[in-house]
């Protein structure tokens, strides 16, 4: 168990839709990172919060927004679903953004676009 | 920019084989090499990492070194187990800036008893 929690451990949808995802940190983390990972495109950074401010921006598509709540948790929102949204996102955390970065991820979130 | 690359899988072997996955980086500075595992199902775990030039890494039987020269971070195990089947990332982190690992595509491993 890394300590990271996702929820929910499953999402199925329809094209158009919007759905939220949540992340929890390992407690003590500041940064959280959002990953998805699909089988063509591999893993895939999204963005990264760190003390509820964004500090980078990946291939996150502008559909896509994210925010870091002060209680350090993380939602990435998803919306005007495409089939090609299909994918395991992942977040993860680490307790620092110098240095080395060794991340905590979570058990991810599987969603289905139908 | 940076990158990973790691040889393409799956890589399948049996009981008490030696492992070995490729990776190569390329970064402009020095960065933190690491080797993560994904177990089916699951999220990925750090399995080791190495800092600096020369070092080795190890954990669970598995070992990788840093190698500035040949910028390579080669996973090896000397006895796979079944258990040891998985998916292998690659990934480098760099000082400065917003510190995102790169990852590599990963490397799927099966082990047949």
């Known amino acids: 168990d890394s300590g990271v929690t996702q929820t929910p451990k499953h999402l199925i949808t329809a094209t158009g839709q919007r759905v939220t995802l949540r992340c929890s940190p390992r407690?003590?983390?500041?940064?959280v990172y959002w990953y998805q990972q699909s089988l063509d495109q591999g893993l895939q950074f999204l963005i990264h919060?760190?003390?509820?401010?964004?500090?980078a921006k990946g291939n996150i598509l502008e559909r896509f927004s994210a925010q870091q709540f002060p209680d350090l948790h993380s939602e990435l929102n998803l919306s005007s679903l495409e089939l090609g949204d299909s994918a395991l996102y992942f977040c993860?955390?680490?307790?620092?953004?110098?240095?080395?970065?060794?991340?905590?991820f979570g058990p991810g979130t599987r969603l289905t676009v139908l | 920019g940076n990158s990973v690359t790691q040889m393409e899988g799956p890589v399948t072997l049996s009981e008490e084989a030696f492992l070995t996955i490729n990776c190569t980086y390329t970064a402009t500075g020095y960065p933190s090499l690491f080797w993560y595992v994904q177990y089916p199902g699951e999220g990925l775990q750090l399995l080791l990492k190495?800092?600096?030039?020369?070092d080795k890494g190890s954990n669970k039987g598995f070992e990788a070194t840093y190698r500035k020269e040949t910028t390579s971070f080669h996973l090896e195990k000397g006895s796979v187990q079944v258990s040891d089947s998985a998916v292998y990332f690659c990934a480098l982190s760099e000082p400065g800036g917003s510190y995102i690992p790169t990852f590599g595509r990963g490397t799927s491993l099966i082990v047949h008893p």
């Open positions: 190495a800092t600096k030039a020369d």
């Open positions: 407690s003590g983390d500041l940064s």
């Open positions: 919060y760190y003390n509820g401010e964004e500090r």
């Open positions: 993860a955390s680490s307790v620092l953004s110098q240095g080395y970065n060794e991340q905590f």
